[in-house]
């Protein structure tokens, strides 16, 4: 922190708060507000005087409250910069100043009771999202008894109490009677992996929280018993398992199962633990001095919605943010020229954040050394002609690469190229047919559906394949040299989220007895959220072709990723042989009746297009008349 | 709010229940087939599953 705090190229900008993005890749704009500090930073030599006489008593938050602070204050003693605030809500009152006395003591004169929060408009070319997470609150699972029993810590208060740093100077005492502990219990997994109570996930550093904190107290006081109470002890990285077995032969005693019932002994102040031993089915019973709670990680509450927000990213059902891609982008946002590095993305210890953030900051920095980015060639082009402003290509964009249209304003959406990542789910869903997708335009694609059902329609299944899981997926296939039936003829589009339903339609017009639309699990897929466009779309083709009397099973739909081979064989296999059970007759019913609904169809959208037009004509001789 | 509904799938036929919240679009499978062509049964769709012999595997 310091170190970022004197580099030149680096401007901290500490109690600030980001109140406005926008922008794309390289051309971000954003509004920072910051917070008034009442202190002058520059001019403050943090000789804590101001803090002496200021009458304000409260619980010191970095000490987890285990001691107080002032109104003013040193956040904490590494603080960058070194300088004191002033925090506002717990000051006594500055209109009218009701105490002052902080000012009157400043030789430096550098306390300012009138400051107010400023803003700052700055223009970035990258962003890194590090803000970080939040841990559980233990409350929630009352039979642990925190809050209620005074020697029933969380692993954050104990991180504190045998800090040298810390508000004991790192002598381990237990807030009852301040007596040193000599008995301590851990208990793993408070808040994770308790899917009907707390988060389902592993919090992936409490583990090895604990195992260090075991050692650390047998390194303070030999004599000192330490249990830990856990479902399965995870020591998977480099050392760790080193650390675990030197913590075992340190004495510490390793109880595999969570106690079911705790309490605290009103007299002693010990705590008594119940605990099932899973490994022996024995109901056993301990007894220690200071209970430690190995809390979970948790999303950032404050905050961490508002980034989210800001920059239009999505998260995991977890709340954790949604990174790129999992193995091939896992520090990127899907939203291009944004980084993760931290907590932000997932739970993960400090080796792990640097890590990920000096990765973070690799991609930034090349992205920004090169002044320029590489665009796709396949994107979206929105012609004006024929757009009614109805705003469904901005709203499905997973990467918000269009801007929002307004009628009244004559505003047309825009593509906007540096941050399209060219699905083709705009394309497929304008219901006025005005976006053109570069390199995989609909007259592009027809014509293959038209070469494949040219000949001999009724032996053919025409399938529709994504570039990055479905088409690989029969990559794969081939490379395994598994067998799938020649009837299926795969068209690739780059998303699943490419499949107009006109081209589904247009198949089934021309006599294909069978459409399979394949793409990504939802989890992988490339485009964020392209592939939820593709289900609901074809869950809606199904409902019409109901309506046209056409059995749905007609159309298939399927996720396959590029690593299931065998799984891209079985269904083409599956294809065939529904393929088999679809007759001419009913096929050439179809025909009829897809021919009448497209024909039906296209006069509506030549009426859409006539109409837009003319609106466009009555704003174009508006604009003239303004100028 | 995620309710009980009976999906059908259009590959094997299998009928099946599975918590249903409208707003919510997620990855369904058959547990007979693994086919991802599942969709909710409604009086229409069960109506033109009587009407017509049904493609089936399995
Ligand atoms: S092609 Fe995809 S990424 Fe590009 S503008 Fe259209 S919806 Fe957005
Ligand atoms: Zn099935």
């Not at chain 1, 009352?142 to 740093?165: H, K, P, Q, W």
């Not at chain 1, 948790?298 to 891609?325: I, M, Q, R, W």
């Not at chain 1, 589904?504 to 459409?515: N, Q, S, T």
């Not at chain 2, 919510?24 to 009587?50: W, Y």
């Amino acid at each position: 922190m310091m170190d970022a705090g004197r580099h030149p190229k680096v401007e901290l900008l500490t109690d600030s708060e980001v109140e406005e993005i926008s922008g794309f890749v390289g051309n971000f704009r954003a509004r920072i507000r910051r917070k008034a500090r009442y202190v002058d930073e520059k001019a403050c030599t943090s000789c804590g005087e101001c803090a002496k006489v200021c009458p304000v008593v409260v619980p010191d938050e970095y000490q987890q409250g285990l001691s107080s602070r002032r109104a003013i204050y040193l956040p904490f003693p590494q603080a960058v910069p070194s300088s004191y605030a002033l925090n506002m809500s717990d000051c006594l009152g500055v209109r009218p100043i009701a105490c002052g006395k902080c000012v009157e003591v400043c030789d430096k004169k550098c306390i300012d009771l009138d400051m107010e929060d400023r803003f700052l408009d700055i223009e970035i070319g990258t962003i890194v999202v590090a803000t970080g997470l939040d841990v559980y609150d233990p409350r929630a699972q009352d039979e642990y008894g925190y809050t209620r029993f005074e020697n029933v810590i969380t692993s954050m208060e104990f991180e504190r109490l045998i800090c040298a740093g810390g508000p004991t100077g790192g002598h381990l005492i237990r807030p009852s009677d301040r007596k040193t502990p000599k008995r301590i219990g851990f208990v793993q997994c408070v808040g994770s992996r308790a899917p009907a109570r707390a988060a389902p996930y592993c919090s992936n550093v409490c583990c090895m929280n604990t195992v260090k904190d075991t050692l650390l107290i047998s390194e303070h006081d030999p004599d000192a018993v330490s249990h830990v109470f856990y479902t399965d002890m995870r020591a998977f990285g480099k050392g760790f398992e080193d650390l675990y077995r030197r913590s075992r032969e340190a004495g510490v005693r390793y109880v595999r199962g969570l106690p079911g019932h705790v309490k605290q002994d009103p007299k002693t102040g010990d705590v008594r633990v119940t605990v099932e031993n899973t490994l022996t089915g024995d109901l056993e019973r301990y007894e220690v001095d200071l209970l430690v709670l190995s809390v979970g990680l948790v999303p950032k509450k404050n905050g961490g919605n508002k980034v989210k927000e800001l920059l239009a990213l999505s998260s995991t059902s977890d709340g954790f943010l949604l990174e790129a891609h999992p193995k091939l982008k896992p520090v990127d946002a899907p939203t291009r020229g944004v980084y993760f590095a931290g907590c932000v993305e997932a739970p993960k210890d400090v080796k792990d954040s640097v890590t990920q953030a000096s990765a973070a900051a690799a991609r930034a920095g090349a992205l920004l050394a090169a002044g320029r980015v590489k665009i796709e060639a396949i994107t979206a082009e929105i012609e004006r002609e024929g757009c009614n402003f109805c705003g469904r290509c901005a709203r499905v964009c997973p990467y918000h690469a269009i801007t929002e249209s307004d009628k009244k304003r004559g505003l047309y959406p825009v593509v906007i190229q540096a941050a399209c990542a060219g699905c083709g789910t705009c394309a497929a869903e304008c219901p006025n047919d005005t976006i053109t997708m570069r390199h995989f335009t609909d007259l592009q694609l027809l014509g293959q559906v038209d070469a494949i059902l040219e000949e001999k329609p009724m032996e053919k299944v025409v399938a529709f394949a994504c570039n990055w899981c479905s088409y690989a997926g029969g990559d794969t296939c081939g490379t395994s040299r598994l067998q799938y039936p020649p009837s299926v003829r795969l068209i690739r589009t780059m998303c699943s989220g490419r499949v107009d339903e006109d081209f589904v339609w247009h198949a089934f017009e021309k006599g294909a007895p069978l459409v399979l639309v394949s793409g990504c699990h939802f989890s992988d897929c490339h485009y964020i959220s392209a592939v939820t466009w593709t289900q609901q779309r074809v869950e809606k083709i199904w409902i019409q072709m109901e309506k046209l009397g056409m059995r749905p099973e007609r159309l298939q739909l399927d996720w396959i990723s590029a690593a299931e081979g065998q799984k891209f064989a079985r269904v083409m296999r599956q294809m065939d042989e529904l393929l088999k059970q679809i007759t001419p007759e009913e096929v050439e019913q179809s025909k009829k009746a897809v021919a009448e609904f497209l024909r039906q169809k296209r006069e509506k959208l030549e009426k859409r297009k006539a109409k837009a037009a003319e609106g466009a004509g009555a704003l174009a001789a508006a604009a003239l008349e303004k100028s | 709010m995620a309710e009980s509904t009976t999906f059908y799938c259009l590959r094997c036929q299998n009928r099946f229940p599975v918590q249903y919240d409208p707003k919510e679009v997620k990855e369904r499978s058959c547990p007979r087939c693994g086919s991802n062509s599942v969709r909710k049964e409604t009086p229409a769709a069960a109506e033109t599953q009587a009407r017509s012999p049904s493609v089936k595997i399995g």
